[in-house]
């Protein structure tokens, strides 16, 4: 079964699973509250569909629990034997919100090619994973009738709401989830054409807080001078989580954090890296970013970091001349491996509740206190999975983190207790989450040609000569 032949099966087949993207795309099939959840029913629907096309012989569309709106589809292709090694496909058929509509240049739900790049949302989070996983299996099953290991593929309908059910999914489907190693195509590339394996994911302890003065809002030119001013309190309050670069300044709260291994600090100082390039993806006005890229990655993937998402004291638009009687925030503090989530939980309230000012009332919510994740790369699927990426790519893979949350992930790993590949074709100016999201073309196709492989590697199939 040479490899190189589903290859060149993928690459000619391209554009109609490319075609068969966009159909995907267009269902608007956002699982947040105040969405219609029909929309997620039609795309699990199309996403089994298209799996049928593909070839998986079982497919079928799961209600977890029964009276759950937002379905999980399961596909199954064990038709490679016992003897043959087991994988299990993951992604997501929800999506995001689409936001302001007047930011998007094309219309969310109408996928517009511009140049390289494919813009709908969804197109890269986390439609695109779907693509690779149908595109992959159907390039075996055209040229040599079936994949060489066995697959299961599991997408879920309730990712961007922070897979609520996942966990008794898990437990309750075990058996049937059973697996040598699971891919997660929810990932990205640190940069365009780069392929990229994420070993570290941050998790996230957040909070709502919010700080009462007054029992009610007061005329500021009778009162202003006498009284506390809340917003100010607030803000003083916010400002002393960090020092003056911004980093945490929360006592005790660094010391689960370990240093990166030197070797990793050079492996990072190898990743391509230009400042100026990326801080125009991101949009940064000031133009400014770090230029060292081992410090850089330090930060974002092995470091906490804190983030105030939103504030509000009176209301925008409708401001008299008033001193307000409550200040309210909710702020989030990305985690690292390390860290224990509940611990960090605790630092943050008691430091909070110590230098709340004195006569106020300050009160706080949980939001969430899920944990980071981190693997070691040693397992032999490893190495299997850096080769498919270079005969995917073209170019050697390189390691990284994710700054971002999956809380799902450590469950896969724990329950199945098998290694996970994360991958995917997320890039910096793919804009997930964001307006004007979009997936590169390219980067789809050589994800899917890596996928080929990977299958054909773990199947112990010789490497073809590309
Ligand atoms: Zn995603």
Not at 297 to 318: D, K, T, Y
Not at 374 to 385: E, N
Not at 427 to 437: F, I, Y
């Amino acid at each position: 079964m040479p490899i190189d032949v589903a290859l060149d099966a993928a690459d000619a087949a391209f554009g109609q699973n490319v075609d068969r993207l966009i159909r995907l795309v267009r269902i608007p099939s956002c699982s947040f509250p105040g969405f219609d959840p029909a929309h997620v029913q039609t795309s699990a629907e199309d996403t089994a569909a298209w799996l049928r096309e593909a070839g998986y012989p079982e497919v079928r569309l799961i209600r977890f629990p029964a009276d759950n709106p937002l379905p999980y589809v399961l596909a199954r292709d064990h038709r490679a034997g016992p003897a043959a090694p087991t994988v299990l496909l993951y992604a997501h058929h929800d999506v995001q919100p689409p936001l302001r509509q007047e930011v998007w240049k094309t219309p969310p739900y109408e996928p517009t090619r511009i140049g390289d790049r494919l813009y709908a949302r969804g197109a890269a989070d986390d439609k695109a994973g779907i693509a690779v996983h149908c595109a992959a299996a159907a390039a075996w099953n055209a040229t040599h009738g079936r994949p060489p290991v066995n697959l299961t593929v599991l997408i879920e309908g309730e990712e961007e709401i922070g897979s609520p059910h996942m966990a008794a999914f898990l437990a309750a489907h075990a058996a049937e989830l059973a697996c040598d190693a699971t891919v997660i195509a929810d990932l990205g590339n640190v940069d365009t054409g780069l392929p990229s394996l994420t070993t570290s994911l941050r998790g996230l302890v957040k909070i709502e807080i919010e700080l009462r003065a007054l029992r009610s809002p007061l005329h500021s030119g009778m009162w202003g001078g006498a009284v506390p001013d809340v917003a100010q309190a607030l803000c003083k309050l916010l400002a002393g989580l960090t020092d003056a670069d911004g980093r945490l300044a929360i006592p005790g709260l660094f010391d689960q954090v370990r240093r990166p291994e030197p070797e990793t600090l050079r492996a990072w100082a190898g990743i391509p890296h230009d400042a100026a390039r990326l801080a125009e993806q991101a949009g940064v006005l000031s133009g400014r970013m770090e230029t060292d890229p081992a410090t850089l990655f330090r930060h974002v993937w092995r470091e906490p970091s804190l983030s105030i998402n939103a504030i509000q004291c009176g209301l925008r638009g409708q401001t008299g001349n008033v001193l307000m009687d409550c200040a309210w925030a909710t702020l989030g503090i990305r985690i690292v491996p390390d860290q224990d989530p509940p611990t960090v939980m605790r630092l943050l309230c008691d430091h909070l509740r110590r230098h709340a000012p004195a006569g106020m009332e300050l009160s706080i919510t949980e939001r969430s206190c899920s944990p980071a994740w981190g693997c070691a790369t040693d397992h032999p699927v490893f190495a299997h999975a850096k080769q498919a990426l270079r005969i995917g790519y073209g170019t050697d893979a390189v390691e990284m983190g994710c700054g971002a949350s999956i809380p799902f992930v450590g469950d896969l790993c724990e329950v199945l207790n098998v290694p996970a590949l994360l991958i995917g074709v997320e890039d910096p100016p793919c804009g997930a989450h964001a307006e004007n999201e979009s997936v590169h073309l390219g980067d789809l196709r050589k994800a899917i040609r890596s996928e080929i492989a990977l299958f054909g590697l773990m199947a112990g199939l010789p490497t073809p000569a590309c």
